[in-house]
């Protein structure tokens, strides 16, 4: 393959599907598409051998607690084949030096995946954590987070702080002992996390892609895809 074909060719870009298909989701692929990536859904019946060149994790139901050693809740449907399939994708990912994204959920699963843990219900962690979750909050509440110098997240958005969205009920309890923390509310509440020996490995709790609106936000997909590429 000549160098010019390999710039011209789109990267394949693998977004994890939950169980319903949200608007997050459509969202997700259409940012990819948009800023010039081939999205791809994966759901849990697709190979783990197909190509990709980035993954993204995206938002969802709940972790399944099992996996960092709490009890479930009560009556509540876990997504657990999604569980099982973007846990091995991440390792995957891990594994090959894949480019990973994770966005709400999908940096929970990050700092699971890694050996973190979660708050299950981020209102009773953190007694100022009771973010109004009606449409209209979600559509228009904005919080804010302080961003860590010397982070991915800083190189990308260019800001020490920044408002986002919040759409969450999970947050990050013990980050895993190979991430690190990048983003955090003045309150404590962990909102975007990395590795910084990979070649892309972010996770924010907060949703960018509904954010686009502003160019900070649209970094964090373009940055992503040219990651991809290389």
Known sequence: M??????KRKPIIGITKPNNLISAYWM?????WLFGGDPKGLSPKDPLDTKLDGLVVGGGTDVFPGLFQKD?????LYDHD????ETSWLTRANNENIPVLGICRGSQMMNVMNGGTLHMDVSEAYEEAKYPNHLLAYIFYRKRIDIREN????DILDCGYCRVNSMHKQSIEIIADNLLVSAKEPIGVVQAIEKREHKFYLGVQFHPEFLIYRSKFRRIFTSFLEAAKL
């Open 2 to 7: 000549t160098q010019e074909v390999q710039e």
């Open 28 to 32: 997700i692929y259409f940012c990819i």
């Open 72 to 76: 479930p809740k009560q009556n509540y």
């Open 82 to 85: 999604r569980d099982e399939m």
């Open 151 to 154: 982070t991915l997240l800083k």
